[in-house]
């Protein structure tokens, strides 16, 4: 090879390297004012935080108004704990005004480890919903009322329902929180109910499955931890920090086809999106299954409603999306987007796998009454619609002998 021959060889490398660097920075420099916008539409989130209260429609609740407020005090006051992989439990053994946290940490009644024969133990596993955010009472949670429908429908046996619920907590937490623990209780069937935290997570912009509010509870937990957690704008706060330290080394770490992939997500984002939630909704779906075929468990697992979807909204629920879409800047969007995108994928792939399934997602699609406290969480009365259809659907399925 003579030199000139070399010299135009070492120049076409040097021109695509130059080339491949070019497009590297590009898309790194493209990427970064789209994280830095949403970076800013969170800034807002927070700004607008200040300014609203998600219980300003508090007379929804008519003649409980002063339970609810009662309700809405105690909450905040409730005391969490770490936990190692679930990241954050109730402390056990709280009584407040309405709201009792028995010794294992579960919102409701105390039961014992051991169930006798003629027990009937379910389990609800969820997030704030099944926990049971806007329920006064106990009693008004989906498994209050589902326990309570049970008991009086079939009388030859005794029906125990516990509260697996906890805010925030996704598919993720809730398939390990019933492999560390709720086995162990010996339950004849789990149902988990979910899809809005893991939705909540990726409008945060975390990974699908992550918890939708890591940064600030590994921040603030301590072993006995004791401030309230409704200190909402200084978690936020605190997020918005983490997160901007997150993507900045992300951006240093990202090779150029994992940049082009980033770039590509951001144009096709609803697709993605969908398609990651429900990719893990039904990972954490078939291991759970596994796990119950093995220690002979019934399962069921549910999809929840969203104000945002199919509802005829009420006076009171009009308002409430007005005020949710200045608090929370694009979500009303991105949950329309996304969330029927992934309702279709799981519904689709639990059908697939021979899978119980419910889907509330529309439950609500016809109900002219009031039933949201917010745009994701409901009333007592809305829960025990809830309850009614769950009840109904494991009929149907024989799920209760």
């Known amino acids: 090879m003579d030199i000139s021959r070399k010299k135009k060889v070492v120049f076409i490398v ?9 497009i590297e920075v590009s898309l790194r420099v493209v990427i ?4 830095s916008h949403r970076e800013m539409t969170m800034k807002e989130a927070v700004r607008q935080a200040a300014q609203y209260n998600p219980f300003t429609n508090i007379n929804i609740y008519g003649d409980q108004i002063n339970a609810a407020k009662q309700f809405f005090d105690d909450l905040i006051n409730l005391r969490l704990a770490y936990r190692p992989y679930v990241e954050r439990r109730r402390i056990p053994n709280q009584q407040l005004s309405n709201i009792h946290i028995n010794k294992w940490g579960y919102r409701g009644p105390d039961f014992t480890f051991d169930k006798g024969e003629e027990v009937f133990r379910i389990i609800v596993f969820g ?3 099944v926990w049971g955010t806007g329920a006064i009472y106990d009693e008004e949670t989906i498994a209050g009322h589902l326990q309570k429908m049970l008991n009086e429908k079939y009388k030859e046996k005794k029906f125990e329902v516990i509260n697996g619920g906890e805010t925030g907590y996704v598919l993720t937490q809730e398939r390990i929180l019933f492999v560390e623990e709720g086995i162990f209780f010996r339950p004849d069937l789990v149902i988990f109910i979910d899809g809005i935290n893991d939705l909540y997570a990726l409008y ?3 990974p699908a499955g992550f918890p939708t509010h890591f940064q600030e509870y590994n921040k603030r ?4 931890y004791k401030e309230p957690v409704g200190e909402t704008l200084k978690g936020q706060m605190t997020f918005l920090s983490n997160q901007t330290n997150v993507n900045l080394k992300n951006l240093h770490r990202l090779a150029m086809i994992d940049t082009l992939k980033s770039f590509i997500g951001y144009q096709t984002r609803d697709g993605i999106l969908s398609w990651q939630m429900s990719s893990r909704h039904l990972h954490n779906a078939l291991i759970i299954r596994s796990i119950c075929e093995a220690r002979n468990i019934d399962f069921v697992f549910g999809l929840q409603p969203s104000l945002y979807l199919s509802k005829t909204l009420s006076t009171e629920e009009k308002g409430i999306v007005q005020r949710s879409k200045k608090r929370y800047p694009g979500l009303y969007g991105f949950v329309r987007a996304v969330y029927p995108k992934y309702r279709d994928i799981v519904a689709k792939g639990m059908l697939e796998t021979g899978m119980h399934f419910v889907d509330f997602s529309n439950l609500f699609a016809e109900d002219f009454n009031t039933r949201y406290i917010d745009h994701f969480h409901l009333t007592g009365k809305g829960y025990r619609i809830v309850a009614e259809k769950l009840l109904e659907f494991l009929k149907e399925e024989n799920m209760l002998y």
Not at 14 to 22: A, C, H, R
């Open 14 to 22: 040097i021109t695509v390297l130059l080339s491949l660097v070019i």
């Open 32 to 35: 970064f004012f789209v994280t």
């Open 127 to 129: 997030g704030s919903f």
């Open 204 to 206: 945060r912009n975390l």
């Open 221 to 224: 937990l301590s072993n006995d």
